[in-house]
């Protein structure tokens, strides 16, 4: 017998181990198969290739989830073919013969969205997750008791999976083996989940690989879409338990743990649960950054190439930024990531980023080949969209695609015939998404996968403002960036349960996803800027495409536009004097933003235009918020910068 298994036997301790010691005495090291756990039949894939501590982690589940069988997910061709097969035999998938092997998903009109009001931070210290608050609660994220978080899985979990087959899927999260990559195994009984993970995160073998001889710690995922507690399905084909849907994260163990929605931010655990919410803990810890940020590299006319990385929130133009196709000749814009950024110093004091995400969960609506040609270009094949319209050509339909071509009947999201004149309801929900492979966009970057990241020179910031915010402006250092940061508002959006046209509070486009206090966060951002020297520091700029005339028009052409607002930050990350002071930040001087060949004539005096009423007005609800909402937990930093953004004000 090895040694090697002699010396782990003996060390087990948990009941769990010692059998997982025995097993892998009897068949791993041999190399045989293991065909059950717990009494339950694997399907798929082979348990002694997993580890030890995946091998209890699935132990666990299984004993509490009871499915009927297990299939451990290799993410190979045929195991796609049949996940596929098996979408379409219970209705969930239809296919779309228009295109190469794309798919159309429809919900249960409950379940569209993440839900923010249902997602939980667990930690013995409620101060740990949310600062305290001067009334009310915190709308800085959701804190759960230990206790609190047990029996909420006690209440939905035990038995959940009954009937269904829980599938384990192996993923990283980044290029798989990098320094800056994590792993996690979502355990899931949802086939739309395990393909969905196939394409936006790396699945399969290399992962089982780097878990087994690394012994590499992993972020455990479990997901159950659920049953509701009369037993009934509404939608079979849709099956989720939206009254009792909840979604937990408890950083101390690095777990997630989500039941009753299929959709998205709430089942795609890799994404925002992990990426964003544990992983800003994990960043806290370790000294980096996880944000919901886009990542770009921008190529000039002289052919020097920068990155750059932006926090918008929800639905405000990340994926159509990090695609952009500039219309400022000579102009290349390569894309890395379009909604998460894990970001570290290297040993040279450079920020360096990379994207954890291996594909696009992109917004459908307003994606069009003016609007997003690279997108186009990206979602017609290996695509599967979710609650877009469908069209009788066998194809896909949604707002601002412009018009379905003649003598084609429209079907709902719904699935309810549609007529542009007729249906006054959209025919795609505003959330309807788009999951495609990041390898098929045209304009990916060639060091999209790169293991040591690519360099940031900016970090842009922007939301919806309809009113008062100018298109562009500057930081005047780090501390002035976070505190740019921390006042991030914008309009609402479809994107979470959230609707109506409020300007809300969205420090950092992270407000849903903070994985810890808030105030910490921004500690921690703050001391982020003491790691390197001011030159090596990226600078901070707030952008902003939505600021609207008295007419409810755009003042701003934006996408392919938007180049021009990049191609001024990029000489002022070359110190070009290109800029005036004023009391928010550094404005672009008079004609220094390239208009070369703009096709609309841009009223930039409205566009610039600081309303000194309008920025009084805007500091008093950031001054409320930071009060009410941060409190004590409010840097001293930040405070002195709202302090200065008034008393410079007053000089209007
Ligand atoms: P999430 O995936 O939810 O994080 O969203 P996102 O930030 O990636 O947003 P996305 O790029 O998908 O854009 C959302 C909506 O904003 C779409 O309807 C776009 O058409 C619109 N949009 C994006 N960029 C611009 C712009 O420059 N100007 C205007 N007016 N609209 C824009
Ligand atoms: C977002 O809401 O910011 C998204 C979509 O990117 S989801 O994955 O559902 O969170
Ligand atoms: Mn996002």
């Not at 978080?149 to 083996?177: E, L």
């Not at 992962?207 to 659920?226: A, D, I, Q, T, W």
């Not at 360096?352 to 969960?361: D, H, L």
């Not at 755009?554 to 990049?566: I, K, M, Q, S, T």
Request: proline fraction near 7%; hydrophobic fraction near 35%.
């Amino acid at each position: 017998m090895p040694e090697a298994v002699e010396t782990q036997t003996m060390l087990c301790t948990s009941p769990v181990l010692r059998h997982f010691g025995n097993v892998s005495m009897r068949y791993g090291i041999q190399n045989k198969s293991i065909h059950s756990i717990k009494g339950t039949r694997i399907i798929n894939g082979n348990l002694a290739h997993l580890g030890p501590k995946v091998f209890s982690y699935i132990e666990e589940s299984v004993a509490l989830c009871q499915p009927d069988q297990v299939h451990i997910c290799d993410g190979s061709a045929t195991e796609s073919a049949t996940l596929l097969k098996l979408m379409q035999a219970n209705g969930t998938i239809k296919l779309l013969p228009k295109y190469e092997n794309c798919w159309l998903a429809n919900t249960n009109p409950s379940d569209v969205a993440r839900v923010e009001s249902r997602t939980f931070i667990c930690t013995e210290r409620q101060h740990d997750v949310v600062p305290r608050t001067l009334r009310g609660k915190s709308s800085l994220g959701n804190w759960i008791s230990p206790k609190d978080y047990n029996n909420a899985i006690a209440d939905r979990f035990p038995g959940c999976m009954t009937g269904r087959t829980m599938y384990v899927i192996p993923y990283s999260m980044g290029p798989i083996g990098s320094p800056l990559s994590k792993i996690g195994i979502e355990l899931t009984d949802s086939a739309y989940v395990v393909y969905s993970m196939g394409i936006m995160t790396r699945v399969g073998s290399k992962v089982l690989e780097l878990l087994m001889r690394e012994n590499m710690e992993f972020v455990k995922c479990l997901h159950s879409v659920g049953t509701p507690s009369n037993g009934i399905h509404e939608m079979p084909s849709w099956p989720c338990d939206p009254a009792r849907t909840i979604i937990l994260h408890k950083p101390e163990n690095n777990e997630i743990v989500s039941y009753g929605s299929g959709y998205g931010g709430n089942s795609l655990l890799g994404k925002k649960c992990f990426a964003l919410r544990i992983g800003s803990t994990i960043a806290q810890k370790e000294g980096w950054l996880a944000e919901h940020m886009l990542i770009l590299g921008i190529t000039d006319r002289s052919g020097h190439k920068r990155y750059i990385a932006a926090a918008f929130p929800s639905a405000c133009g990340k994926t159509n930024l990090a695609m952009m196709m500039p219309s400022l000749p000579g102009y290349k814009i390569e894309c890395v990531g379009d909604d998460i950024a894990w970001m570290k110093f290297d040993e040279t004091g450079q920020l360096r980023a990379i994207n954890p995400e291996n594909g696009f969960f992109g917004v459908a609506p307003g994606t069009s080949n003016e609007t997003n040609p690279n997108a186009m270009a990206t979602i017609f094949k290996n695509t599967i969209f979710t609650n877009v319209a469908a069209t009788s050509d066998g194809g896909v339909y949604w707002e601002g695609m412009g018009k379905p071509p003649k003598d084609v009947q429209v079907t709902d999201w719904l699935g309810q015939p549609w007529d542009k004149v007729e249906s006054n309801k959209p025919a795609a929900h505003p959330n309807s998404r788009f999951c495609s492979p990041a390898s098929q966009c045209p304009t990916i970057d060639p060091a999209w996968e790169s293991s040591a990241g690519v360099p940031i020179s900016a970090i842009l910031l922007g939301g919806r403002r309809p009113e008062g915010v100018p298109l562009v402006y500057q930081a005047n250092d780090w501390t002035h960036g976070v505190f740019l940061g921390a006042s991030m508002r914008s309009e609402a959006t479809a994107a979470a349960e959230h609707s109506g046209k409020m300007i809300m509070h969205d420090p950092f486009a992270m407000r849903p996803f903070f994985g810890y206090n808030f105030g910490h966060y921004l500690s921690h951002w703050l001391s982020m800027g003491r790691k390197t020297t001011p030159e090596k520091l990226p600078k901070i700029f707030h952008v902003n495409w939505f600021r609207k005339n008295k007419q409810g028009k755009f003042l701003w052409p934006g996408f392919g536009d938007n180049c021009r607002v990049l191609d001024w930050v990029l000489r002022r990350c070359d110190n070009e004097p290109c800029y005036i002071e004023s009391p928010i930040g550094l404005l672009p001087k008079k004609n220094s933003l390239n208009l070369e060949g703009l096709k609309e004539t841009v009223d930039l005096d409205e566009l610039f235009n600081i309303p000194k009423e309008f920025w009084l007005k805007e500091t008093e609800a950031i001054d409320k918020y930071f009060t009410e909402q941060v409190g004590e937990d409010l840097p001293e930093e930040i405070h002195f910068e709202l302090k200065h953004l008034r008393e410079r004000l007053q000089l209007l």
